[in-house]
C-alpha cells in the first residue's frame, strides 16, 4: 500500500519537471521566443540590405548600359556624319 502513494508523487512530479525544464528552454534556450524574434529581426535588416544593394547593383548596370549604348551611338554618329575611321580600316562611301 506504500507503494502506490509513491508513484503517485512521482508521476507528477515528474510531469511538473519536465514541463519546467520544456518551459525554460522556451525562455532561454536555442530556440527560446527572445533568440527567434532576434533572428526575425536579423533577417529584415539584412533583407533592408539585400534590397538596397540590388538597386545599386541595377543603377550600375543601368549606367553600364547607359554608357556601352551611348558610346556606340556617338561612333555612329561619328562614322555616318563625320566620316571617323577606326585604324586599319578603309572609309568607302556609296553614293545613290
Do not use: C, Y
Amino acid at each position: 500500500m506504500n507503494a502506490k502513494p509513491l508513484a503517485n508523487r512521482v508521476v507528477p512530479a515528474l510531469l511538473v519537471a519536465l514541463l519546467l525544464i520544456f518551459h525554460a528552454q522556451l525562455w532561454t534556450g536555442r530556440g527560446s521566443i527572445g533568440n527567434v524574434r532576434d533572428m526575425q529581426q536579423r533577417l529584415l535588416d539584412q533583407q533592408t540590405k539585400n534590397t538596397e544593394a540590388q538597386a545599386r547593383n541595377d543603377q550600375l548596370a543601368a549606367e553600364v548600359r547607359d554608357l556601352k549604348e551611348g558610346l556606340e551611338m556617338v561612333e555612329e554618329k561619328a562614322r555616318s556624319e563625320l566620316g571617323m575611321v577606326k585604324p586599319n580600316e578603309i572609309f568607302v562611301q556609296v553614293n545613290k
